[in-house]
């Protein structure tokens, strides 16, 4: 008996050993582990002229922490333009495709190998998520240029109203409310605070374009950056992160990234 015993506790031993070690994490999780699909849409890679390197990879990660599959997604067109990240000044004479940048967050295998944003289908995902970056307001949308009155991309217009009209969740980072209000009525959102203040931990220089999306007819939540806003009628979830400047308290934006996701995974539960 003990050494039938000994044998069973050793085979069950190894059968555990040779599963995925995030197996452990699996209780708790919203969403259909393993068979949540979501889109994922970038607009370049870097903050000040595409998207943020920190909310791509946090999203990617929160996704996979809560078992959600992804593809990832942006357009196959030149951005406005290439920002040297050191001057902060544009990069002369260098003209970038949005697709082939954002490529760098791909690892270029199965669902996580880059697709233009015009293939994807609405049918095949149960949420989308837009993560922020400069590239919101000067690829994604003429925000840069036009401000309230700006145009969005085709294919960012038409994404929106789809997920919108099939009751799918959304789920915006920093800048990216703005886009959603553009198009679609009577949003709740957060992009942080309303008016331009400091603290110790960090600043809100970025709060014109809180009025900007309060003047498209949303209405505004002021918000932390780890926090989020959850607008349950059109299933629109938000979150400030790089709003708020702070020079190393990142875990905030990493939390405030995970919150959105959850939240976006317990919608697709329903």
């Not at 919203?30 to 949540?36: D, Q, S």
């Not at 996704?63 to 920002?83: C, D, E, K, T, W």
């Not at 967050?105 to 697709?115: L, P, Y």
Request: proline share 4%.
């Amino acid at each position: 008996m003990l050494a039938s015993r000994a044998l069973l506790a050793k085979q069950t031993a190894a059968v555990l050993l040779r599963q995925p070690a995030c197996l452990v994490h699996q209780g708790g999780d919203w969403g259909n582990w393993g068979n949540t699909n979501v889109a994922v849409v970038f607009s370049g890679c870097g903050w000040w002229d595409g998207t943020d390197v920190h909310e791509a990879t946090y999203t990617m990660y929160h996704l996979s922490r809560n078992g959600a599959r992804f593809q990832i997604f942006a357009p196959n067109q030149q951005q406005m333009h290439v920002i040297d990240h050191v001057k902060m000044q544009p990069a002369s004479g260098d003209n970038r495709n949005m697709m082939i940048e954002s490529a760098r967050f791909s690892h270029g295998q199965g669902m996580t190998q880059m697709k233009d944003l015009s293939k994807l289908d609405v049918n095949s995902f149960d949420a989308v998520i837009f993560p922020g970056g400069h590239g919101i307001v000067k690829n994604l949308s003429t925000f840069n240029k036009d401000g309230k009155d700006c145009k969005l991309n085709n294919d960012v217009e038409r994404i929106l109203k789809e997920f919108h009209h099939a009751r799918k969740p959304i789920g915006l980072a920093s800048m990216a409310p703005l886009l959603a209000c553009r198009v679609l009525p009577n949003l709740e959102i957060t992009m942080g605070y309303e008016r331009e203040e400091s603290s110790r931990w960090g600043r809100w220089p970025n709060t014109s374009m809180v009025q900007a999306v309060k003047s498209m007819g949303a209405r505004h939540n002021n918000r932390e950056p780890y926090e989020v806003h959850v607008d349950e009628k059109n299933k629109v979830i938000s979150t400030p992160t790089f709003m708020w400047e702070t020079d190393y308290h990142y875990h905030y934006i990493f939390d405030g990234i995970g919150n959105m996701v959850k939240h976006v995974m317990r919608m697709t539960a329903k």
